[in-house]
């Protein structure tokens, strides 16, 4: 079983900066894709970013490529969201979530129902 505790979540104003990070704890994480979810009042969980067991393939949402960067480091099992030029719409709970059926393999998933274990979640609110 595997724990996930995010961090780094808060208000900032518009076009400003956060990094969260996701901790793992429990297993290894090392051979598994990762990825950051968000939920905004009233909607659905959607996909932000997910990143492949070693790094080398990364897939973002329309609404955040170029302005959100997900990165990992397995040797201290954690996984990164760098969040820049943040709007009002970017504020949601943000959740990391992994995919432990992914398993070394270079492909990666946007469904909500693919992710096995998942994160208490981190509040990030952009003021305008």
């Known amino acids: 079983q595997v724990q996930l505790v995010e961090s780094g979540g808060g208000l900032v104003q518009a076009g400003g900066s956060l990094r969260l990070s996701c901790a793992a704890s429990?297993?290894?994480?090392?051979?598994?894709?990762m990825g950051w979810f968000r939920q905004a009042p009233g909607k659905e969980r959607e996909f932000v970013a997910a990143?492949?067991?070693?790094?080398?393939?990364?897939r973002y949402a329309d609404s955040v490529k170029g302005r959100f960067t997900i990165s990992r480091d397995n040797a201290k099992n954690t996984v990164y969201l760098q969040m820049n030029s943040l709007q009002p719409e970017d504020t949601a709970v943000y959740y990391c979530?992994?995919?432990?059926?992914?398993?070394?393999?270079?492909?990666?998933?946007?469904?909500?129902?693919?992710?096995?274990?998942w994160g208490q979640g981190t509040q990030v609110t952009v003021s305008s």
């Open positions: 429990g297993r290894t994480i090392s051979r598994d894709a």
């Open positions: 990143i492949t067991w070693n790094g080398g393939s990364t």
């Open positions: 979530a992994v995919d432990l059926r992914s398993y070394y393999s270079v492909r990666l998933f946007i469904e909500v129902a693919r992710y096995d274990y």
